[in-house]
């Protein structure tokens, strides 16, 4: 009973009613399309055809998507690279190693969340 108690005032109960609903929509989500696909009035030679093409489709968004994960990446290796550049000159002219470096990691983070939300 304390362990019920202490799950309603942490919202464990809501989180897990949000999970169960999600699961059950994606289901259904899923179930619904198939069944769809399968109870289609076409001939099963159209229904390949179909899927066939879904799956090329598909292939492609994901080769898209790959190559620009691939960019994205790249791009934040160089400008890693630089600020690791600029620390190591801030250094040479005295500047506290530290400070650098959690200035340069604040920009890198912050860039990120900001190309991650433009993603979204």
Do not use: F
């Not at 190559?67 to 000159?89: G, P, R, T």
């Amino acid at each position: 009973m304390i362990q019920e108690i202490r799950n309603a005032l942490n919202g464990t109960y809501q989180r897990r009613a949000r999970n169960n609903a999600i699961t059950g929509l994606t289901a259904g989500l899923l179930i619904g399309a198939l069944a769809g696909i399968l109870l289609a009035p076409k001939s099963g030679k159209e229904t390949r055809a179909d899927i066939r093409e879904g799956a090329k489709i598909g292939a492609e968004k994901i080769k898209e998507t790959a190559q620009h994960v691939s960019e994205l990446a790249k791009e934040k290796v160089a400008e890693a690279k630089e600020k690791v550049s600029e620390i190591k000159a801030h250094m040479k002219t005295g500047k506290a190693a530290a400070t650098a470096a959690a200035e340069a990691a604040e920009e890198v983070v912050a860039d990120a969340a900001d190309e991650a939300k433009e993603e979204a």
